[in-house]
């Protein structure tokens, strides 16, 4: 048996065949164009079939298409009714792509809940009862699991980590409050924290040789380089970043009392230099501190393909 998933992000459709083992054994990509829902319907469809192709099989030999998208996904009308960064709004796309594939079954969910759900199956998160995925990128992703099923609340737009408050009127979000998680703990967050104390280092500084003394090649990265270099204002950055996120796993793990809490995303590839401190904070300020058992915080298993894995075997789901 094999399975097919789609994860549809704001700048590319990346398509993967997936089979028992879930392994990805085939995959094809395209480019998201954003002009309407019919182009992104017609551009999933064709990346899809360019994915069957690649793995010499049909759509007769998978039971259904499985799509991981942005935005608050009513996976009981396949509606997604919103995603502010894709032309959808009240969008009928489960009906649209069927239509496109012959007919085929297609099941869609929750960007970051597919992702979620792909660790869940294969990856860091195998095996839990209740689980938490969070992915730092431009954003904070989130996704839960409770019960072996995925989380999604009464109205499909639950597990919005990352639009947590933890700084009262803090800095703005783009969902229109201030001081929201992802404002802090995101990529974006830290190279916007990495840039507010640049502008206040000396230009001589570590962190401005990093950047060639750009302040736009600033990344996620660079203040973590700084610190490595012996730089205290890179430790200062990095120890300020490592502390917000900390904050917000400790309210994830005060709320949910996960099995197991992974994190992805690209700053999850500085590992121990990240998870050992957060770690450290979290044992000393969770709630649940003197139960016998307790939330293992660990890295993220299957980088950008959790995604097409978590969409592939969303007909899995308990």
Aim: charged residues 20%; glycine residues 12%.
């Amino acid at each position: 048996m094999y399975y097919l998933g789609i994860d549809l992000g704001g700048t590319n459709i990346a398509v993967g065949i997936v089979d028992e083992d879930n392994k990805i054994i085939a995959r094809a990509t395209s480019k998201t164009k954003l002009d309407s829902a019919e182009q992104v319907a017609d551009a999933m469809a064709e990346t899809a079939r360019a994915a069957l192709a690649a793995a010499s099989i049909t759509l007769d030999d998978v039971p259904w298409i499985g799509v991981g998208s942005p935005g608050t996904i009513n996976k009981s009308t396949g509606i997604i009714e919103f995603a502010n960064n894709l032309p959808f709004k009240n969008t009928p796309m489960v009906q649209m792509l069927s239509q496109r594939l012959d007919g085929k079954k297609v099941l869609m969910e929750n960007d970051a809940n597919a992702a979620a759900f792909g660790e869940y199956m294969a990856g860091a998160l195998k095996g839990a009862d209740n689980a938490i995925a969070i992915t730092l990128g431009t954003g904070v992703g989130g996704g839960v699991i409770i019960d072996h099923k995925i989380y999604s609340g009464s109205n499909y737009a639950g597990a919005e980590l990352g639009h947590t408050v933890i700084v009262v009127d803090g800095r703005p979000c783009t969902c229109g409050r201030h001081g929201c998680w992802e404002t802090y703990a995101s990529a974006t967050g830290l190279i916007k924290t990495t840039k507010e104390h640049m502008e206040k280092a000396p230009k001589d500084s570590p962190l401005w040789t990093i950047v060639e003394g750009d302040i736009e090649k600033v990344n996620g990265r660079t203040a973590f380089d700084a610190m490595r270099q012996g730089d205290p204002i890179g430790k200062e950055i990095v120890d300020e970043y490592i502390k917000y996120l900390s904050v917000g796993i400790v309210d994830m793990i005060n709320i949910f009392q996960p099995d197991i809490l992974c994190i992805g995303g690209g700053i999850s590839n500085e590992r121990e230099t990240l998870l050992a401190p957060v770690r450290e904070f979290v044992a000393k300020e969770q709630y649940a501190m003197n139960s016998a058992k307790k939330t293992q915080v660990c890295r993220a298993e299957l980088g950008n393909d959790a995604g097409i894995i978590g969409a592939a075997l969303l007909g899995k789901e308990a």
